[in-house]
């Protein structure tokens, strides 16, 4: 696994580090007709050949150029303004997949689906059961003290929802992690920052209603971790 460790570093290089903004912005301009991409796509296979320090592996860090060079040029091609987020989110994870099939290749290694045992499937399980299906049963369950928004203060699109998957997902890494103490932590953080809004809106039902909320989604996700410790 250490061949992948060494091609996820070229790709945080060459992706991150050695990429200057102005190489990317002449690519979004030109697209394939930029001198940067093929500079920045050799960069990659370079980086690669010289990490791994292998002559046998030439051949791939040659197809890893083509490969990389390839996925970016998709992006550009096809990227709007409106669609940049969703087509970097697709390009990074493309070039891990390349990198992944680069190194099960090189070292020829099998992928044993044995080791795929009941205790993945608790896990997988439990991670699914605290993103979306908990968001949706906790706004169900108390859709009914929905407080009116007086102020009509704006928020990001969705930030709740997001901030409620990622606390949760803390709360059960904590707990399969006997890190307990963790959790006090991450309430009483969030407890801080929630403080101001709820003083400034001076509005009972919203802190009610924030309360019920956020003990929801703690008491959903420490029940989940600890069964899926106990199973």
């Given at each position: 696994?250490?061949i992948f460790i ?131 049963i906790i706004r ?62 001076k509005d009972r ?27």
């Amino acid at each position: 696994m250490i061949i992948f460790i060494k091609l996820l570093l070229t790709h945080l290089l060459g992706d991150f580090i050695l990429q200057p903004t102005a190489w990317v912005l002449d690519k979004e301009r030109k697209k394939h007709k930029s001198i940067y991409l093929y500079i920045h796509s050799i960069l990659h296979g370079l980086l690669a050949f010289i990490f791994i320090n292998e002559i046998a592996f030439l051949g791939y860090a040659i197809a890893l150029t083509v490969t990389h060079g390839g996925i970016d040029y998709l992006k550009l091609r096809f990227q709007k303004n409106k669609t940049k987020r969703n087509w970097f989110l697709a390009d990074q994870i493309l070039h891990l997949i390349v990198l992944l099939i680069i190194t099960f290749l090189y070292e020829k290694t099998v992928i044993d689906f044995t080791l795929i045992n009941d205790s993945f499937w608790i896990l997988i399980t439990g991670i699914l059961l605290l993103t979306k299906p908990t968001s949706i049963i906790i706004r169900n369950i108390i859709s009914i003290w929905t407080p009116e928004n007086k102020k009509k203060n704006s928020s990001l699109s969705n930030a709740g929802n997001y901030i409620g998957i990622l606390e949760r997902l803390f709360v059960f890494c904590f707990i399969l992690t006997n890190h307990f103490e963790a959790i006090g932590f991450l309430l009483a953080a969030k407890s801080i920052f929630r403080f101001g809004d709820l003083k400034e809106a001076k509005d009972r039902k919203l802190t009610e209603y924030v309360l019920i909320g956020t003990l929801l989604s703690f008491g959903i996700a420490i029940l989940t971790g600890l069964i899926v410790q106990i199973l």
